[in-house]
């Protein structure tokens, strides 16, 4: 090496000190954690704002903590709200999916090594908080292996611990306007959680929650009308013969179906669905139809050999999930998390192993809590990406118009379509002024990861309080 390039070494070693040492200090006039602060991830592009990670003890008497992720929007932090961001599952990590998937500011390159920066990251317009909840999800643990054990209403009582002892470390945050999101089984983890925040408001006399809105997508909020959806979009897109499609629609009653007796339905009714699920097959990505599978033992050799292992599909990496946990299992990066320091007797998974999540709450019917947060002038969208299966729009947009029904509230604006860039990002409807249901057009389960551009579009109308735009100005020919 010459004298030059030890003198560029020297100089970037001493710049990035003294950035560091900057960062430092002024976190403490911010007042927010320095231990927690994230100074660089391995292989990541250099961004303006701050990262935070680390730990929330919500159990200290029986080692319990959930782990967070945190990062300030991108321009303006100060004057932007606070956006929560929960997976579903139940038992799914938001800082796997969300941050680093979906809609945080970088998704893993290609061999796993690596960061790439995430354009249309919902940063860009708010501040953004991931947890992976309950504990057993991810680096989120307990030190005593019955709490493994768990349902809805202890994991939203944990989230309630969680924010406040959160609030210790980023005080400035407490008066900020909050938004409560997610998507899948955090159609019931986000409503459930808004409750008890809600119930905390009405008994407080001191802090209460500044709540501005809950937005839920492809969100599983009542069982025996989501499950017949998958088998009527299995229908309706083709995948299933007319004769199976038939069969299950005339002779399966989802009326008392359950998670803890799925069967309480006919012989002919059982094997109608055997058949479809035997159609559907293991070559169709059921949460998104339109993308390509990828395939594990392929990928898996890649990331090992250090070769390029992103397949694409419609523009979508189709192998992120498998570039993503080979990333988060580095121990560098682990470190620069602060994550895993219990050392985990298991690697980083996306979904848990360990957790015994209570089937039955699965059965919870949520539109009565969503009633109650509507009735407390809170705002509710529910948005579908239209090409899922597992949680379809077929049943979530008639769970809403029939909230809508049950609340009394008149159309405020008609089934439509939304546009996005000159071109239709899906279509949407309102009632109430509080209540919209909107999809979003060749989107998956995981509707940020799918259609990235528009789901910011969705996210930034939401929490500025604007309707999605129903005209277009790009000139039509004649």
């Known amino acids: 090496m010459g004298l030059h390039e030890m003198g560029r070494c020297w100089f970037g070693a001493v710049f990035i000190a003294v950035i560091s040492f900057w960062l430092l200090v002024s976190n403490v006039v911010d007042g927010f954690p320095t231990e927690d602060l994230v100074l660089h991830l391995p292989g990541q592009p250099e961004v303006g704002f701050r990262q935070y990670a680390g730990y929330v003890d919500v159990d200290v ?6 782990f967070y992720y945190f990062v300030e929007a991108e321009k303006d932090p100060d004057q932007k709200p606070l956006a929560l961001w929960l997976n579903g599952g139940p038992g799914c990590s938001s800082i796997g999916g969300g941050a680093f998937t979906e809609l945080g500011p970088f998704f893993p390159s290609g061999d796993g090594r690596g960061l790439r920066r995430n354009s249309m990251s919902w940063n860009r317009a708010s501040n953004l908080l991931f947890v992976e909840s309950p504990a057993g999800v991810g680096w989120s643990y307990s ?20 924010f406040l002892k959160w609030y210790e470390k980023f005080p400035k945050f407490k008066s900020r306007e909050l938004f409560l999101t997610g998507e899948s089984y955090a159609g019931h983890y986000i409503p459930q959680l808004a409750e008890v925040l ?10 209460k929650f500044n709540i501005k809105g809950v937005a839920i997508g492809n969100p599983l909020l009542r069982l025996d009308r989501d499950v017949p959806a998958t088998y009527e979009f299995f229908w309706s897109h083709g995948m299933i013969s007319d004769e199976i499609g038939l069969k299950i629609m005339n002779e399966c009653d989802f009326d008392d179906y359950t998670f803890a007796n799925p069967h309480n339905v006919t012989d002919t009714c059982n094997d109608a669905i055997s058949q479809a699920n035997s159609i559907i097959g293991d070559y169709i990505n059921s949460y998104d139809v339109i993308l390509d599978v990828c395939y594990p033992s392929i990928v898996n050799q890649e990331l090992r050999l250090r070769k390029m292992a992103t397949k694409m599909s419609v523009g979508v990496d189709v192998c992120m999930t498998y570039e993503r946990r080979f990333y988060l299992n580095l121990p560098e990066v682990q470190k620069a998390l602060h994550a895993n320091r219990t050392k985990l007797p298991y690697r980083w998974f996306m979904c848990s192993d360990v957790l015994n999540y209570s089937y039955t709450d699965g059965n919870i019917n949520i539109l009565p809590i969503l009633k109650k947060i509507i009735q407390n002038h809170i705002p509710v969208w529910v948005f579908s990406g239209d090409q899922d299966s597992v949680v379809p729009l077929l049943g979530s947009r008639t769970l809403v118009r029939e909230l809508a029904q049950d609340l009394e509230f008149k159309i405020t604006v008609p089934y439509g379509a939304w546009f996005h860039k000159g071109q239709v990002g899906g279509w949407a409807t309102e009632y109430g002024n509080l209540l919209t249901f909107a999809t979003v057009r060749a989107a998956a389960h995981m509707v940020p990861y799918a259609q990235p551009s528009r789901a910011l579009h969705l996210f930034s109308s939401f929490v500025r309080g604007r309707r999605l735009p129903n005209t277009t100005h790009i000139p039509m020919d004649d």
């Open 61 to 66: 008497k029986n080692g319990r903590s959930l």
């Open 143 to 162: 030190n005593t292996t019955s709490d493994y054990t768990t349902g809805d209403a202890k994991t939203a009582k944990d989230m309630h611990t969680f």
């Open 198 to 207: 809600l119930d905390h408001n009405a008994q407080s006399t001191d802090f």
